[in-house]
């Protein structure tokens, strides 16, 4: 099979990572023999890559309610030499902020983030699209990219989200906010969130909900205009963990900002520093497992689809086939009862010519109808995979599997879906464990641990 070139795109990762990030770099890599497998399946192009499904910044998010908490904490966080109006948090934005080496601040429009395959919201106008029809077309006033000269912004991005109460939200914003919590790497919730006036709505909460078990929710509690000691603080959490425990939001980080002997820092920054500063380590294992969930996703997903959807192209060639074979048979029991032609088909001569001429004529009318079947599926393939937002071409497996054998022969297995396959892509998901653990050994040494333990055996 054809050698697939490196994707531009991986080999810029590869280079940005070699240095500070190897195991990252080492993933890209990986990503890249996953890439020659689905470029033999038919399922990218020479110059698409699988890594493009992911962001690899570091992803921050924060989400408030109408309190100027979130916006005094980012503009404290990113530098107090910050016009306020420039980490304002709009009431229906969501609002990527970007380190810049200039210092002059840009504000761009969401169209910017939707066509850079390395930022969050790569394509989203596509998924808005395809979910609610009509609202692909506004993604400038769902989103917008602003660039700051914030030395604490270097490396990663921070999303700050748009309020999100039953007066501020709709469709598209509850399915950008799911986008947003699936590809955070850490999450910021303001307590105000739940103090406001306004409810929030259901829906943010069921989102949250539904990531609450990834570890990556922090609640942050705003006391900065008092001071705390320990006892005061873990009341305040206490107290907050059970109000949250009521909405069904029961697990996540709690920290209290407050004020400490009357200065203006916050008790409660160094904790949200040491979170920031491990935002790296999220995204390093997100990267990961979105690498484990790919490779898993040729066999578990792309492969069902492609082998269901040619059981159904060969159940229908095989049915409009039928149909003219019996037309034929038709035509010779006319033929009999007409002029008495059944004895010729036992004739030792004209026997076998009739069965060549039929299969002569049945031959080509089942290759020319399976494509013409074909044709139906690969479309609706087409629209599958745009409704689910697939970045493989499943058609193009599909199309791959219509060799002329396969479509005579009762073939309904995909091309590739065979062990020499699944063996390459079970490599893949060893290799990727192998970066886990080489990933996990950075912050401990197990297999020091286990040496010293035994030799006191």
Do not use: C
């Not at 499904?53 to 530098?79: A, D, E």
């Not at 949200?272 to 999220?282: F, I, K, P, S, T």
């Not at 898993?296 to 192209?313: E, K």
């Amino acid at each position: 099979m054809a050698e697939k070139t490196v994707s531009k795109h991986l080999i810029n990762l590869e280079k940005h990572f070699a240095l500070t990030q190897p195991i990252l770099q080492k993933a890209g890599k990986v990503f890249h023999e996953l890439d020659q497998i689905e470029y033999d399946l038919g399922l990218i192009d020479a110059d698409e890559t699988t890594a493009r499904k992911n962001s690899w910044w570091p992803i921050v998010s924060l989400i408030g309610g109408n309190s100027p908490t979130k916006n005094n904490f980012l503009s404290r966080y990113l530098g107090s030499n910050l016009q306020s109006p420039v980490v304002h948090t709009s009431t229906h934005k969501f609002t990527v902020l970007q380190h810049t080496p200039q210092t002059t601040q840009v504000t761009l429009p969401g169209t910017a983030l939707d066509v850079d395959y390395r930022l969050p919201f790569y394509q989203i106008s596509d998924k808005i699209e395809q979910k609610i029809k009509g609202e692909g077309s506004k993604i400038n006033g769902y989103l917008e990219l602003k660039t700051l000269h914030s030395e604490k912004l270097k490396g990663k991005l921070f999303i700050d989200t748009p309020i999100f109460t039953t007066t501020y939200h709709s469709p598209a914003q509850m399915l950008l906010t799911q986008h947003v919590l699936d590809i955070s790497d850490l999450i910021f919730v303001f307590t105000d969130l739940f103090e406001s006036e306004e409810p929030v709505s259901d829906e943010l909460i069921q989102s949250i909900k539904s990531h609450q078990d990834s570890n990556k929710f922090i609640y942050i509690i705003d006391r900065s205009d008092m001071s705390l000691d320990a006892t005061k603080t873990n009341e305040v959490i206490n107290a907050w963990q059970k109000k949250l425990a009521q909405l069904g939001l029961d697990t996540g980080e709690f920290i209290v900002l407050s004020e400490v002997d009357n200065n203006l820092d916050f008790s409660g920054i160094a904790a949200v520093e040491q979170r920031l500063a491990n935002v790296e380590n999220d995204r390093s294992y997100r990267i990961l497992h979105a690498l484990d969930r790919n490779i898993r996703d040729i066999n578990d997903v792309v492969m069902p689809v492609v082998q269901a959807s040619l059981v159904q192209w060969k159940d229908r060639a095989n049915m409009t086939t039928l149909i003219v074979l019996g037309f034929i048979v038709s035509l010779i029991l006319f033929a009999e009862i007409s002029m008495g032609v059944l004895d010729l088909l036992f004739d030792p001569i004209f026997g076998p010519l009739f069965i060549l001429l039929v299969a002569a004529i049945i031959i080509p009318v089942h290759v020319f109808n399976s494509k013409i079947h074909a044709k139906f599926i690969i479309k609706q393939l087409n629209k599958q995979q745009k409704e689910s937002n697939l970045t493989e071409n499943v058609g193009g497996l599909f199309e791959k599997s219509l060799s002329f054998w396969r479509v005579l022969l009762p073939i309904t297995e995909p091309v590739g879906n065979n062990r020499k396959t699944r063996a390459k892509l079970a490599q893949l998901i060893e290799k990727n464990k192998e970066l886990i653990q080489s990933l996990n050994d950075g912050f401990s040494h197990v297999d020091d641990e286990e040496s010293v333990f035994y030799s006191k055996l």
